[in-house]
């Protein structure tokens, strides 16, 4: 033990109360109102049958806000005693989220690469910001949520070996004993992997981390370039 009677284990390696839920679904709700912001063209009830075009507009973003209103009731703030179930449904949502996001960008893709002339210099830098956006609190939502298990399994202390090893895993002398990783963290690789394209501080070690962020940044890497290349020719 460390003076103060604080452990000498750091908190990652040993079981802790875990993280609020709130902060997740702060992510989860900026994440609903990026789709929500993107016009019909390039919104996902584009790939959903005639018959439901109609009502699409809304159904994507509001099966997500229905699934994280069914976590929040379900357990409001204690992530480390949540039922698999919910995992389930967080996993559901998250799925739910990368379908609409990937349509969205297939489309602007498509759009820019056949020169469609409705787009304007101004459309294709809003709307590929906010799918770019978007893809970042995707991306860092599902690492938070598979990192070692999930925040469940990670506050059990189920799995000693990380996904993603951080920083304050390999500094121990400088780290605080008590840091362990929140969603901030996660969106936080996420973003530098988009704008870097490679990791930087927060090295993947499973297979499917280094997969998960090849996709990342193969994802933000087109739509970065297509949508600055397409602004500047418009301006030009």
Known sequence: MRPGGRSTVPAWLRETAGEPRWQAMVAVGVMIALQLRLPDALSAQNAMPVGLQSS???????????????????????????????????????????????????TLVTAIVSGSPRLSAQEVLLDGGTIWLTNILVFGLWYWELDRGGPRARARAERRHPDFL????????????????????????????????????????????????TLQSTVSLAVGALVIARAVNALG
């Not at 806000?65 to 009731?73: I, K, M, N, T, W």
């Not at 799925?95 to 297939?106: K, M, Q």
């Not at 969106?187 to 490679?198: D, E, G, I, R």
């Open 56 to 106: 699409g507009r809304w159904l994507l973003p509001g099966l997500q806000a229905l699934l994280g209103v069914v976590l929040v009731v379900a357990n409001p703030r204690d992530i480390e005693h949540a039922s698999p179930g919910l995992r389930l449904v967080t996993l559901t949502l998250l799925g739910v989220a990368s379908l609409a996001n990937a349509i969205s960008a297939v």
């Open 166 to 213: 951080f920083p304050e895993m390999t500094n121990p002398d400088v780290a605080d004993p008590d840091w362990e990783p929140h969603v901030v963290d996660y969106l936080y690789v996420a973003f530098t992997n988009a704008t870097a394209f490679s990791p930087t501080d927060t090295v993947p070690f499973s297979r499917w981390s280094k997969l998960a962020m």
